[in-house]
């Protein structure tokens, strides 16, 4: 009998539920869950690969100290000894976690417990810093708490929905989803989105604001004056919860300030101020393009100021709403995972709240002072004053900026601890002691989502070899650095009661954070838990879903604060570097490609680095579509893909950060980015970064397919990704080959004694190869002096197919496919692998609509993320056609 288990997605901040299915012979499937409130049976592309994600390739099965396998308790008493060690040598300061979050809220509890109560310093930092903390910083200025007020619904529920610096068509999606299906019920509700570029999420918006970059502090500090001036300021809310009106007030700016500042037309920025000001039910959604900014924290209260002036916060279908990345970015929140955060929303300033936690912990240290936040962190590693180091569910030398000297850090830092899936990512290859953790499917505990919702990921899978939870590994070393008494716990149900029991503990309604309904809950309950909203305090069975409708911040008087903020100048061109780099996600895959990179769907989408940018642009430095850019900053260097589109603002660039060395030779985009962060909450500035870009002219260029994993790819320029029944690549060369036939059989580990099937044209320079063992393809190699030309999906189609008659085999040589195989073109729906040239044809055939080419093709009808892509490609057919 199948065996069906309710979890939560691993990846975005959504949190959607998903039921995973185990089939009597072992193979999983998942679905979206209906009764789950974030995404009543949703998924998009990455929630619906799931399954091809969770095989054991790759995986670390056993602990491993310098790249020998180990016991457990080997590997253990080393982590106990060195962290021990260190602290009694060098302090507490010497030693820190980097953790994440993609830890379960019971993993993260127990290593904040750890660090901040045991350890007795609060050097533990987390990539939430890269992610989050602009918005926490913001929360705390303006609320008094990091509290996000509103819900999901509020963006059903409103007349206008403002998404600044969120792309989330992409990042989102079944919230974009949710949000496309509300504007399709309900035209009247207005959709701005506010990004220096044209993005899929741009697709659905009545206006798109293609501001300059980082400038959305003048842009909101403009809206203020307008609702001033407009009168759309709600007194009674601001004269009865809030300070600092009259400061904010002064520091705002004019319109013609706002307007030259943003570069904005007029008749738009005009557009806006009047939407914004005339919608009583407006959610302000802000994500990367607002956090990971230099001025992300006067962004974020920029944004908190206008919607504390109108009052429009807290009730349904209007609020400021920041969207969390990560699937448990706000668990790590409510932990206090940040260096300068206490558990359960308590304040590490606080001397009050640090002797409570202290007291709750029944320990006799607790860290006095902020730590170390990420970026500082590994400047201190660098500099030796770090001597042991944790890190554990992030990958550091891709995600860090500054990422070549966060990696010459970890390998000169003496004593490293990396916990992982994978044995081998960019930062795992530098452990001195690596630790296989339990993944997604095996671990068991629960995540908070961007509403506040709290969600059980359950276990469905047996643990791979000896890899155990991230929170068992960290209470064993608790237990055996001597703290046998605080770490005794058994199961996650133990950590998440006494996390639960925490944030009730004193709490007599001056913390947000407050989930004491569940303080005692045991085993079979936890079990059980379905998804709940914090806050729901004991003895309180419904749960609030807003906060601040009625004031109630919690600053010490009740009241929020305004902020004044005034815009900095944000342009870091100059003559030597004078593009814009921006960086951010593509919609398939997830972070340095750990997971999504396993999956051939996912990786069919965009299955190489790029970087994208202006028509103009390029022709001005002569890079031609399809060519090889690089980019260059003073730090590093990149070669990627040039993606041609006036998508792309002039001036600047778009690369995606997921690229690593395991991937592509030369596309860890944070090696570029330099380490300069928000003064307020450190969290770096990873959008706009001072470039050159130049062509990469290479001698040979060549895509190929390859049944085996290449173990090393000698070229100039690589890009790796899975296809169905392999690999695929992208390649190009500086200089040719003596023996292109010979370069391959190295490549791909192919026999000797097999013959290439082969063309080759004088003129043009153009090889083609093609390796068969029978009827089965083992690799074919395209060689070309331009970017070659040849119908990927269809030569990848290749490497599944049997190919008994020779003029087949012929066939792929030819490079072309076949009158009985069309070329599906480039992969537009992952969900059910449709490709360009066949949505082209379809539209050809007279389907003019999304829907009709759902109902011909299936594609865009599974988990919808594709659809924005296909309006596209139908509005350019029709275009063309009607020139
Ligand atoms: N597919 C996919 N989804 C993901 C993730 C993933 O890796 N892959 N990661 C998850 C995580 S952890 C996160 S944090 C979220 C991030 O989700 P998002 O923040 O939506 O994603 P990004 O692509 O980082 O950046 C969003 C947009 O900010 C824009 N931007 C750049 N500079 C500025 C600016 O100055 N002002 C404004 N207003 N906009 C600007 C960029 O052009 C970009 O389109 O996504 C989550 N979801
Ligand atoms: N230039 C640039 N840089 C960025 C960003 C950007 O927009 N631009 N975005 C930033 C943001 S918002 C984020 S959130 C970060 C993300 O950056 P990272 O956190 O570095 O990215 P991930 O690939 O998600 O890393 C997760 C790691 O944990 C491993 N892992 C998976 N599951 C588990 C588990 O259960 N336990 C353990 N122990 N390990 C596990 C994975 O194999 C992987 O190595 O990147 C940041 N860096
Ligand atoms: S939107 Fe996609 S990635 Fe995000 S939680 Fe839902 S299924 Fe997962
Ligand atoms: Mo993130």
Redesign the pocket.
Known sequence: MPVETKTTCP???VGCGVIATVGDDGAVTVRGDPDHPSNYGRLCS?GSALAETIDLDGRILHPEIAGRQSTWDEALTLVAEKFSAAIAEHGPDSVAFYVSGQLLTEDYYVANKLMKGFVGAANIDTNSRL?MSSSVAGHRRAFGSDTVPGSYEDLELADLVVL?????A???PVLYQRLAAAKARRPGLKVVV????R?MTADIADLHLA?R????VALFAGLFSHLVRSDAVDQNFVAAHTTGFAEAFAAAVSFPEALERTGLPAMQLREFYRLFTQSEKVVTCY????NQ?SSGTDKVNAILNCHLATGRIGRPGMGPFS?T??PNAMGGREVGGLANMLAAHMALESAEDRDRVRRFWQTPTIAGRPGLKAVDLFQAVAEGRIKALWIMATNPVVSMPDAGAVEAAIRACPFVVVSDILKETDTARHAHVLLPSLGWGEKNGTVTNSERRISRQRDFLPAPGAARADWWQLAEVGRRMGFARAFAYERPAEIFAEHAALSAFENHGGRDFDIGAHAGIGSAAYDALGPFQWPQPAGRAEAETRFFAEGGFYHADGKARFVAVTPADADRTNAAYPFTL?T????????TMTRTGKSARLSAHIAEPFAELHPRDALEIGVAPAGLVEIESPLGRAVVRALVTDRQARGSL?APM?WNDQYAAKARIDALVPPLTDRVSGQPAS??VAVAARPFKAAHYAFAVSQAKPEALDAAYWAIARAEGGWRMELAFDTAADDWAGWCRRTFALPEDIEPLGYADRQTGEIRLAFFDGPRLLAAFFLAKEPVAVARNWAIAELAAEHPDLRRRFSLVAGRPGADKPDPGATVCACFGVGINQIVAAVRGGCHGVEAIGAALNAGTNCGSCRGEIRGIIEGCLATAAE
């Open positions: 990846y975005c901040g990455k992610c600044a610096g969120s792309n989330l992409w990042c989102h506010i990004d220096p570029r993005t501001i970059p980082d400038t959305d994500s990367q393009g607002v900014s969207l990345g990560q921006n951010g996600r593509i919609r398939d895959q997830w972070h778009f997921h959008k706009n």
